[in-house]
């Protein structure tokens, strides 16, 4: 019996049934040693060795995984196909005391009998070079988040937290929010005329002046252009006929992934990369069993094998025809600084359409693997042909353009249409026109416009963002900005991400003391300083060195200083109940309460009031104020101020009377008082 070591429990009845019975599958859910959690574990003074423990949590797994290795013939470690999976390798080969300069290691991208198969076939040494890379990673994240984090909390508020990748991203969101804020809009006008020929209504648009580019600023220039060309003809002076292509895009890497889920199907980055884990390590599909619909989700490269390429074409060809293949398949270049690991993200057979299987899954993630089954057939299609006329008209010394385009051939938006097209589409339609024509105008339009800013961070668009300034790594994307909202560093607005107060004092703050390392150009340096590991050009203790020399620095300097950006407590009029001193507002990690402006003498707190920090009604249990508050579900109830001595809580406001029918208190309820209790409704008159 061989024993095949893996990561995710859901993957095992899809692996069994490749295997056969001549092999047992176990899963270790994770690491199983690790950096702990609770200290900083990196020992500076000793070439910045790591201390790894077992996870606690993980001490029985351990126990069960050493009894059955025991027993078997052989095993073999097929933790996921990237750095983080290798580094676990490593530890699974530590804890059983494999050496792993063994071909102990195999490794599949995709989940399918064939791929599995073949890697059996192709067991490996576990790569101590991605090793050494994950490492130099862990260790580099530790210092800053150890090093970092408390100084935040001691400058600013307690409990924060930073990272070497976390607070780059929140710097680019903060500083897109100063663009947004120091932004100055410009005023401009567009004029157009509207023609009609032929039952076709269709418009041009004002360009030129006398040959040159015109731009309208103001409100006295479009006077004057309407009254240039008041009375003049529309005169056609040039019709330029020509075609043009769209080539498919690419396969999915994961950023375009999340970038495309997010876009067209509304899914947040982790619902992404939990759709996409599912997918990957396989499913319940009727008649199938349990099987993988897609290949490795974490990756930056656009390359897919030729055999995927080719049973691709075949499909296509078959369902659409041989005009939507092209005469050589397409191939796509994959980004300067992508690890190039891995094939792009593709469905493991075409057989499986979304259709086949749709019954078989969940509505997110049907809607995810139809994106990219779409996506990767779209990338091995012709490209869309269309006709194109530009049409040039002169009314005296200005000049007005006419756009047409047509589709003459649909090629690969036949199945997938890419987000910014849908969203610019170009559908105009021009009648027939000849040179020297005059044209018909039904309406001249002025349109007052003004400059944009520009547009805040989407989850979308900062996952864009950080791939194309080489910050963190496909496997972080998610995690990392989705930490900055659960932190409250960044709120969203819709779709948007807005930072917070909190979130622009952190970015402050690492602005005036960090800024040598807390910047793109820095973060990208790093990134290719642990690709150069992975690729045995560099070692990774002098990586981690350098750069502690020069942190260490920073952080003493930060230490020294005696600038805090702590925000100054607000006094209210709210009275202490335990020494009588006034309440002032204080904020924590879980936002904003009310704390005894004695402290330490005093340690009272109380919840914070409604926003208008007013009382709404009086307590019918002690008599004291009673404040609106909100539920962690963004619901209003009201309740005494005095919440340690008193319980009184009401989803009405009490009125500070009883009610002359059963003698309990009366509340607002609408436009009406009534009783709290029994059926009484005060007259009209009284409310």
Not at 157 to 172: D, F, M, N, W
Not at 282 to 287: A, F, I, L, Q, S
Not at 356 to 378: C, P, Q
Request: glycine share 6%.
């Amino acid at each position: 019996m061989k024993l095949v070591v893996i990561e995710a429990p859901a993957k095992r009845d899809t692996l069994k049934k490749y295997l056969g019975s001549g092999y047992e599958v176990f899963a270790t859910k994770g690491h199983i040693r690790d950096l702990p959690a609770k200290s900083f574990a990196i020992d500076l003074n000793n070439n910045y060795e790591p201390h790894y423990e077992i996870n606690p949590d993980k001490k029985e797994l351990i126990e069960d995984l050493k009894r059955k290795a025991s027993r078997a013939d052989e095993v073999l470690i097929a933790t996921d196909p990237d750095r983080e999976g290798e580094a676990i390798s490593w530890h699974v080969a530590y804890v059983l005391g494999l050496d792993p300069n063994t071909k102990c290691r195999i490794q599949f991208n995709e989940i399918s009998k064939k791929a599995v198969l073949k890697a059996l076939t192709e067991p490996r040494t576990i790569d101590l070079n991605l090793v050494n890379a994950q490492q130099a990673r862990r260790v580099l994240d530790r210092i800053v988040g150890y090093k970092l984090s408390p100084i935040l909390s001691k400058k600013i508020a307690p409990k924060l937290s930073a990272g070497r990748v976390q607070s780059v991203a929140l710097k680019l969101v903060v500083d897109r929010e100063k663009e947004i804020e120091d932004f100055k809009p410009e005023e401009y006008w567009n004029v157009s005329a509207v023609h009609e020929k032929g039952g076709i209504v269709f418009k041009s648009a004002l360009t030129n002046f006398k040959g040159k580019k015109i731009k309208v600023e103001n409100k006295e220039q479009v006077d004057k252009v309407l009254s240039d060309i008041n009375g003049k003809d529309f005169v056609i002076t040039n019709i330029k006929k020509g075609t043009s292509k769209s080539h498919a895009p690419a396969p999915f890497t994961t950023s375009t992934m999340q970038q495309d889920a997010l876009n067209k199907l509304g899914m947040s980055l982790k619902k992404t990369t939990s759709s996409a884990q599912e997918l990957y390590e396989g499913v319940e599909v009727e008649g199938e069993g349990k099987i993988a619909l897609i290949t490795y989700i974490r990756t930056d490269s656009t390359r897919v094998s030729v055999d995927a390429q080719n049973a691709c074409r075949e499909f296509i060809a078959e369902k659409y025809g041989k005009n939507y293949i092209p005469e050589k398949p397409n191939i796509y270049a994959t980004k300067k600084n992508a690890q190039d690991a891995h094939e792009a993200i593709r469905p493991i057979s075409m057989q499986m359409t979304p259709e086949k299987v749709k019954n078989s899954l969940t509505k997110d993630n049907y809607k995810l693997y139809k994106l990219i089954y779409e996506r990767f057939m779209a990338s091995q299609m012709s490209e869309a042909l269309y006709s194109n006329v530009n049409v040039t008209i002169s009314v005296g010394d200005y000049e007005f353009k006419a756009t047409g385009r047509t589709q003459e051939f649909a090629g690969f938006t036949a199945v997938y249409k890419e987000y910014v097209d849908e969203e610019k589409q170009d559908t105009s339609k021009l009648p027939k026109l000849d040179e020297g024509e005059k044209l018909v105008v039904k309406e001249i339009k002025k349109e007052q416009k003004f400059t944009k800013p520009p547009a805040r961070y989407t989850e979308a668009s900062l996952v864009k963002a950080m791939e194309e300034k080489g910050i963190g790594r496909p496997a972080t994307y998610a995690a990392t900005i989705t930490i900055l909202t659960a932190r409250n560093y960044c709120t969203k607005d819709g779709k948007a991400l807005v930072p917070t107060e909190l979130g622009k004092s952190i970015c402050d703050y690492l602005d005036k003391f960090f800024k040598q390392v807390i910047n793109v150009k820095f973060t990208a340096y790093m990134e290719n300083r642990l690709d150069e590991i992975a690729e045995n050009k560099d070692e990774w203790h002098g990586v981690v060195d350098s750069f502690w020399h020069g942190f260490k620095d920073l952080i003493k300097n930060a230490e020294a200083s005696n600038l805090s950006m702590k925000p100054q407590p607000v006094e209210t009029d709210v009275v202490c109940d335990k020494c009588g001193h006034k309440m002032v507002i204080r904020e924590g990690r879980y936002g904003k309460f009310l704390g005894c402006s004695n402290f330490p003498k005093c340690h009272n707190i109380m919840p914070m009031p409604s926003e208008e920090k007013k009382p709404v009604g009086v307590c019918p249990q002690c008599g004291k104020n009673v404040f609106a508050l909100k539920t962690k579900h963004g619901k209003t109830f009201y309740a005494c101020e005095d919440r340690n001595g008193c319980n009184f809580m009401s989803w009405d406001i009490p009125t500070g009377q009883n009610c002359p029918k059963c003698g309990k208190y009366l509340v607002k309820h609408g436009k009406s008082v009534k009783c709290s209790s029994c059926d009484y409704v005060a007259p009209k008159e009284e409310v």
